[in-house]
Nanobody, 114 residues
Framework: QVRLVESGGGLVQPGGSLRLSCAAS????????MGWYRQAPGQQRELVAS???????NYADSVKGRFTISRDNNKNALYLQMNSLKPDDTAVYYC????????WGQGTQVTVSS
């Protein structure tokens, strides 16, 4: 059974940084296009960053230039470095595959507020 566990969220002031981690088990992420998603209160879940097996990364316009997705295939882990955080980045962040979603993990809360 595939399990995705996100961590690293927290409360940060505008302009601050956080690094999110996603630990995957029951699967091997090196063969998968992986993504970071977020869901703000009252809004739909959206894909904000993705990483293909070939190393190509893509970002939503709202986070481009501020967020960096990376992976460590040896550790079966996915990361999201978030810099220059804004209040609009406040959301629960999740990792998952991009083309074949599996059960969502519990996510990690990111709150950007002064």
């Amino acid at each position: 059974q595939v399990r995705l566990v996100e961590s690293g969220g927290g409360l940060v002031q505008p302009g601050g940084s956080l690094r999110l981690s996603c630990a995957a088990s029951g699967t091997v992420i090196r063969f998968k296009t992986m993504g970071w998603y977020r869901q703000a209160p009252g809004q739909q879940r959206e894909l904000v960053a993705s990483s293909t097996i070939g190393g190509t990364t893509n970002y939503a316009d709202s986070v481009k230039g501020r967020f960096t997705i990376s992976r460590d295939n040896n550790k079966n882990a996915l990361y999201l470095q978030m810099n220059s955080l804004k209040p609009d980045d406040t959301a629960v962040y999740y990792c998952n595959f991009v083309s074949s979603l599996v059960d969502w993990g519990q996510g990690t809360q990111v709150t950007v507020s002064s």
